[in-house]
């Protein structure tokens, strides 16, 4: 699925697996409560929920950029 709007080519293949644990540590150490999460169809993607409530578990605000499917 692609949208008209993709200009990043780079993320069309490849990416890697990581643990929610990891990606939550990856967040805080930013140390940002504003976290946007998107990739063009961001909530087709089965673990989008867990990330997007363990953030809201811990008062980050979050944004959902989405393509509308889901």
């Avoid at 961001?42 to 578990?57: G, T």
């Amino acid at each position: 699925m692609r949208c008209v709007w993709c200009d990043s080519e780079y993320t069309f293949t490849g990416g890697e697996h990581i643990p929610l644990a990891e990606v939550m540590a990856q967040v805080r150490a930013f140390g940002c409560k504003l976290v946007e999460v998107t990739g063009g169809e961001p909530l087709a993607q089965k673990s989008a929920f867990k990330l997007v409530s363990a953030l809201c578990d811990e008062d980050f605000e979050v944004l959902i950029e989405t393509g509308g499917y889901v």
